[in-house]
């Protein structure tokens, strides 16, 4: 059975731009969620998605938008990039048949803002 | 409002020793608490996984404790080897709430 895949791996950006990063989650698992991770604030969560909803929501700005396909696929969307934004991005699935909640993780997308 | 802390921020210790992590959180109220291991710019790797109303977990050489009402959890490494070393990170989940709230981590280093 696959992992979480995140594509692309390592993005360069500069000020003022915008990304979108992809995950596909594990095959059968409906929940997709969004970590930031830097090294001054450690991780962070962003969002969750399940069955193309948004569920729950971090404490971001509105730059910071996503969304999830009839897949399970998601996407998330960066806009007027800063340079703070420069960090991990980790996402995450689970099956919603799993009592135990049990998030995977993908190897993340490495954004540097410049 | 959540908050986990894990102490020591980083553990240096001779291969083959048992060692312990800690990870505390402040409200008893979780679903569940993973244990993570993240190696150098990579991305995360589920350790152990312990519902709110289980005590403790085993995998291999790995032993997870949960403490609900004192807020506290243990990992616990068997025989330690180099290959172990990495930053292990905790996290809790509210109720069945998927957002997991972080510690900051342990970085360990196994010494040859």
């Known amino acids: 059975k696959a992992g979480v895949t995140q594509t692309p791996r390592y993005l360069i950006k500069t000020r003022g731009q915008q990304v979108t990063l992809s995950c596909s989650p594990i095959?059968?698992?409906?929940?997709v969620s969004w970590y930031q991770q830097t090294p001054g604030q450690g991780l962070q969560f962003l969002f969750e998605y399940f069955s193309e909803t948004q569920r729950n929501k971090g404490n971001f700005p509105g730059r910071f938008s996503g969304r999830q396909f009839s897949n399970s696929r998601s996407e998330m969307n960066v806009s007027t990039l800063e340079l703070g934004d420069s960090a991990l991005y980790l996402c995450?699935?689970?099956?919603?048949?799993?009592?135990?909640?049990?998030?995977?993780f993908g190897p993340g997308t490495r954004l540097t803002v410049l | 409002k959540q908050e986990v802390t894990q102490i020591p921020a980083a553990l240096s210790v001779p291969e083959g020793e048992n060692l312990v992590l800690n990870c505390s959180f402040t409200?008893?109220?979780?679903?569940?608490l993973q244990w993570f291991r993240q190696d150098p710019g990579k991305g995360l790797t589920s350790l152990l996984l312990i519902q709110s109303s289980q005590r403790e977990q085993t995998s291999g050489r790995l032993n997870a404790s949960l403490d609900k009402s004192s807020g506290r959890s243990t990992l616990y490494i068997a025989a330690s080897q180099p290959g172990d070393s990495a930053t292990y990170l905790c996290a809790v989940t509210r109720d069945s709430n998927y957002q997991l709230i972080w510690g900051a981590g342990t970085k360990l280093i196994i010494k040859p």
């Open positions: 995450a699935s689970s099956s919603s048949q799993d009592r135990d909640n049990e998030q995977f």
């Open positions: 409200d008893s109220a979780i679903y569940n």
């Open positions: 095959s059968g698992h409906r929940s």
